[in-house]
């Protein structure tokens, strides 16, 4: 389960990981995801930091995945290798971005960073206080026959910035697609909706909401949220809804419609188990709003009928 012990927390609220929090959230090309028992900092999508507990103190370490050139200094800098306390880690992250600006150059991950794209304006930007969704995790991974999720959301619709005419808050799975490909094999449609009609036939999603749940208090309480300063309890007694978000989708092209189209038909149970949304952009912004979540056999009849396609 992903969650912080309570040393871990009291430590970056006020112990001798603080200064590793206050750097995340001053910088807003950061975040800091949730684990077990310990925590990622991400930039531009990728891993930028690793920081887990041991028995007395915590270790960091550089992800050695990003990198291009990790045993040569950088004009005087130490070499990302001889970094070795928090502190070390923390003042060198303009290294660590440089290095891992080098790896994205050479290795692009798209969908990563839109998702860090999405996580910020929804959770942190200015409109974040209108919008009804805030990202709790993303690259999450379930111990239920391996399943993968893109993100994890809490669902929290409101009519005001104070959110006192609120909806009861419930949580959300986001599935994103970059451009017109990943249609087929592990992350198209068809493997990623039976992987979800198994998870929500046995009642899978209603442990998930537990650990969403965790994940959205002790973000709020690390201060992650933008004015939100009071914990919730995900409701999980209803339907799941299950967001799926394309990016820079070319309309004129049938392939991934054609795609969804036939993973709906093969899942015409699950269709009826989960609430499964098409998201729309809000005139191209990346805040996530319950108004433009249209089920996904109208979206797919609109779109599939002005191309032409039956």
Known sequence: MRELSHRFMT???EGELRQLLATVKTDDTLDLAIRDNLVEVYYRGGVLLRVEANRYTYRAEFDDSHTTNRHKSDHGSPAIDKLKTIE???KH???LKKEMNQWLFENPEKVRGYEQAILRENNWGSASEETDYFIVDWDYVNPHENTRFDMLAVKWPCLDKERNACKIPTFSILDLKYGDRDLTGYNGFEKRFSDLEGFVRD??????ALEVETLFNQRMEMGMFRNVNHKLEIDSSGKLEYL???INHKPLDTRLLE???EACKNHEELLDMADIKVATGSCLGY???EWNMIPVRDFLGERLNRLGVK
């Not at 009642?203 to 998930?208: F, N, P, T, W």
């Open 244 to 246: 799926i978000l394309f």
């Open 11 to 13: 430590d970056l609220l």
């Open 93 to 95: 992250i303009p290294l």
């Open 88 to 90: 070390d880690h923390i």
């Open 203 to 208: 009642e899978q999603h209603r442990v998930l």
């Open 259 to 261: 795609a969804l189209d």
């Open 287 to 289: 805040g996530l709003f």
